[in-house]
């Protein structure tokens, strides 16, 4: 996947106000609707921890790592980048 460039057109497209910031990218299982809390992979096992809010998420500073992760855990997961848009976060699925 292609990563994003944000900028105001960007921002204005997914329909987020003018002064939202972008925190991080996240992987979001969709079937459970989950957010990847912890990650840790291993030579033998891949220990996973799930949220139910996004507030909790494993925030990943760069898209491309952000997608890694979602393909190695392959179990119908996407990334999701988190905006702060003040007093609440938005999930944008990518």
Same mark, same amino acid.
């Given at each position: 996947? @292609?990563?994003? @460039? /944000?900028? @105001? =057109?960007?921002? *204005? *497209?997914? #329909? /987020?106000? =003018? &002064?939202? %910031?972008?925190? #991080?990218?996240?992987? +979001? +299982? ?5 957010? /990847? &809390? *912890? &990650? ?7 220990? $996973? !921890? ?5 507030? $909790?998420?494993?925030?990943? =500073? ?12 392959? %179990?119908?997961? !996407? ?5 702060? !848009? ?7 699925? /990518?």
């Amino acid at each position: 996947m @292609k990563s994003i @460039k /944000l900028d @105001k =057109k960007l921002i *204005k *497209k997914l #329909g /987020l106000p =003018k &002064y939202a %910031k972008l925190r #991080g990218f996240c992987v +979001h +299982h969709v079937e459970s609707d989950e957010f /990847l &809390y *912890k &990650y840790e992979p291993s030579e033998q096992t891949m220990n $996973l !921890i799930w949220s139910q809010t996004p507030e $909790l998420v494993m925030l990943i =500073k760069n898209q491309e790592e952000a997608e890694r992760i979602a393909n190695e855990i392959n %179990k119908g997961c !996407i990334v999701a980048a988190i905006f702060d !848009i003040g007093n609440e976060l938005a999930v944008v699925t /990518l």
